[in-house]
């Protein structure tokens, strides 16, 4: 198979592929966009060697992509991200130990892929949980605040009626977890770039044009928005 039949055939892949599962975020913009340093993400994404008394070794990731030859990740991949995330606001949680949590949590409750379930939120969230406990030694006191953080993290995705992922509302610094779900984003919107909610425009887009000297009442013109809304926008791109 020549080259041009095997990108034909990529591209092909790639389109089949569902809007939410489709390589499309570089590693900089998906950590940028959830608020993870690139060197963290870049670990998840792609594993990591590690020394040992025999040698180096190397940890698979925990994050996998949908493509195994193109660097992109996709949305979905930006949820597990965002949830891992809560493992490293209180706890500096070892990303071995999170494997192995994981791990078991896929063979005790058969489910793949945890960190996209929204069964994170019952009994299985419970059991990954506990498993961490035993591997790092969080204490109980530990494990009800990784339990709260995890919560606040669910919280900020949005799920379809089969509780599959379907929008995600970044964590905006000055804001936190408590913060209005104002910036959104969702692979069907935008082209997955953030944007604000029931509006469509992107966050960067009236940035821009604010700092290009608009004003405020050529925004509310445009697109109906509020103060709030370009507010959001604001501190969402400032934050990066």
């Not at 494997?99 to 379930?117: C, K, Q």
């Not at 009626?161 to 069907?188: H, N, Q, S, T, W």
Request: glycine share 8%.
């Amino acid at each position: 198979m020549g080259d041009e039949e095997l990108y034909l055939k990529r591209t092909m892949d790639i389109e089949g592929l569902d809007p939410h599962a489709r390589p499309r975020y570089s590693l900089a913009q998906s950590a940028r966009y959830v608020r993870i340093s690139p060197a963290t993400l870049r670990s998840w994404v792609m594993g990591r060697t590690y020394p040992t008394a025999g040698g180096s070794r190397y940890f698979e990731p925990l994050i996998l992509r949908p493509v195994p030859d193109d660097p992109r990740l996709s949305f979905s991949n930006l949820v597990e991200a965002h949830v891992l995330r809560s493992l490293r606001a209180r706890h500096e949680v070892p990303m071995s130990a999170v494997r192995t949590a994981l791990d078991y949590a896929e063979s005790e409750l058969e489910i793949e892929r945890l960190l996209l379930s929204d069964e994170l939120r019952t009994a299985a969230g419970t059991v990954f949980l506990e498993r961490l406990d035993q591997l790092i030694d969080l204490g109980r006191s530990g494990q009800i605040v990784l339990k709260e953080l995890l919560q606040a993290h669910l919280q900020r995705i949005e799920r379809d009626i089969e509780g599959a992922p379907m929008r995600l509302f970044p964590v905006i610094g000055p804001r936190g977890l408590a913060g209005p779900k104002i910036v959104g984003i969702d692979p069907r919107v935008s082209f997955g770039r953030p944007y604000i909610v029931g509006k469509g425009v992107r966050t960067s887009t009236i940035v821009e044009r604010l700092d290009a000297g608009e004003s405020r009442e050529d925004l509310t013109a445009d697109y109906r928005l509020d103060d709030a809304e370009i507010e959001e926008a604001i501190l969402y791109e400032r934050a990066a």
